[in-house]
């Protein structure tokens, strides 16, 4: 009996180490769904590149032929500019910009883990020249990867 | 002859013996009706002195009804201090915590022994800090805070499923040991994240762990 407790006490103490369990999913982005006017999906065929106002910073380069995007997220600014540049087949460009308010939170998942920054959506504006209009799916901007923004283009 | 005589002798002799022997066997020692006892944890004080990353120093008072029924408070005091593998964010709490529950013997002998199966409530209310020698820097905005999240508010309620042994080493000295599977049934942590440690509860990675404890007690 006093051996057998000696042993589980032995056991108990190996018991005490720990493994690491990092989310394997821990992209955050916000997600960007290109539709028609009407709502549907749309696949852009100008080439797009997204820069940031004020930075010149390229946070997408020359996406073609799809039919959403996934854009980075400021982690203290209480909003992100964003200015759209559509260059066509023939070489012409036009560009919108896009204001994103939000809230940003920093989110912890175990000190082996990189510390990631959550967001909420909290208001966007848009100027109007290939833009019709923007949608709010989904406001909270996280680990799950979800549609957060609908831009309803003018011309198909 | 005379080995017969021997064998009679020896048969006398041994009797009493027996019979007395008998008689023990068929007068079970009665349990005490009341008993009070006090104890300590002993695997928390020695993850504290080996420099563990968490640690819960832990105390119980018990009482004892026909060697049958334990209700039993346990509180101790929890503490992490634990930094990240390669990372080197930080994550620290140091809050007590408080069980209630009731074990229950199932052993049929009184000789000390007892094989225990039991239950507690747990819970606990804590301040937890998460903090980081480096900036958290953002890589296209260019921007970057320093990571000092202190005093983020977090509590948890938990139940365990206790099954243990203990047995009596002398007179009023015991020792015993109990394994734990608890499960949490509420938890109310910060917005910036759940903590790594819940005081009582343990690595709070999910909704259930193990645990367990190497008591000594002492019959008051």
Known sequence: MRRSLLYIAILLLLAACDNISCPLNNTVECKYKFCTISGESFTLGDTLTVTIAGRDSVILNRLVNKNSMSLPVSYYAPADTLVLTFTDTQGDQAQDTIWMEKTSTPHFDDPSCPIHVWHTITDVRYTRNLIDSLVILNTAINYDGLENIQIRFIAD | ?220
């Open chain 2, 1 to 220: 002859m005379v080995l017969r005589i021997f064998r009679y002798a020896l048969l006398l002799i041994s009797l009493p013996i027996a019979l007395q022997a008998q008689t023990v066997k068929e007068e079970p020692k009665k349990p005490r009706f009341f008993g009070i006892a006090v104890g300590a944890d002993l695997v928390g004080a020695t993850m504290k002195v080996t420099g563990c990353d968490w640690s819960q120093m832990e105390v119980f008072g018990r009482l004892a009804f026909r060697d049958k029924f334990f209700p039993i408070f346990e509180m101790g005091l929890g503490e992490a201090d634990h930094e990240g593998r390669e990372l080197d964010n930080r994550f620290h709490t140091r809050a007590p915590y408080f069980r209630i529950g009731c074990d229950y013997n199932m052993s049929k002998n009184h000789n000390g022994n007892r094989f225990l199966l039991g239950l507690r409530y747990g819970f606990s209310a804590f301040n937890y800090d998460i903090t980081s020698p480096s900036a958290l820097s953002d890589p296209y905005w260019g921007t970057s805070m320093p990571v000092d999240y202190t005093g983020l508010h977090g509590r948890a309620q938990w139940v365990e499923a206790v099954i243990g042994l203990e047995t009596r080493l002398w007179t009023i000295v015991r020792m015993g040991w109990d394994m734990r599977f608890k499960f949490r049934i509420s938890q109310h942590t910060d917005a910036i994240g759940a903590p790594w440690y819940v005081p009582g509860y343990g690595k709070n990675a999910s909704g259930s762990t193990w645990g367990g404890t190497f008591k000594l007690i002492f019959d008051i």
